[in-house]
């Protein structure tokens, strides 16, 4: 018998003055039984830097053809494609050659060798942006998770503050790459 993805209920409430956006979103997020807390709240984190009423989570480790998160447009086409982890790089051209801009958020003990090993061919992605958070960080971030949580995104000059009843905890990303304009 197979596992059961485990149903995650987010109030998320998001402050960005970066991006001027400000919004609550009620999340359904469902943890498919190999997904780690960490990424589950590294796709929500990610959902919060993103956000948009139109931005939606894929199937994620349930099918390899979708991103974690993306945007479309009301004709289908691709505006954002979001891949969370460590991807391949030929993973990552071709949802450049799918979408209009596509963000890879890396994070884990490894994210830095990944980049060192990935980054001058990723370099030549110009849709491609690649983001890496730190290592507590995330470790801090999974340490929020609940099956049912309320969360405060709060964004200011690249900052991100993350809090819930749980705790709370400020995450500085890394630009490693900036998609090119």
Known sequence: MALK????????????????????HALTLARHPSE?????????????????????????????????????????AIELWIEVGLPDERRLRRACGRAARVVALSYGRNAALWWRQHGEALERLDRLAVVELPVAATLELAALARR??????????????????AGSVSIEPLVRKDASA
């Open 5 to 24: 993805s485990t149903i995650h209920r987010i109030e998320l409430a998001i402050a960005d003055i970066d991006r001027g956006y400000y919004h609550d």
């Open 36 to 76: 780690t807390e960490e990424r589950m709240m590294v796709r929500l984190l990610a959902f919060a830097m993103h956000a948009d009423p139109a931005l939606g989570f894929g199937a994620g480790l349930s099918d390899v053809d979708e991103p974690d998160l993306w945007l479309r447009d009301d004709t289908g």
């Open 148 to 165: 049912t949580m309320r969360i405060q995104a709060n964004a200011s000059e690249g900052l991100w503050w993350i809090g819930s009843e």
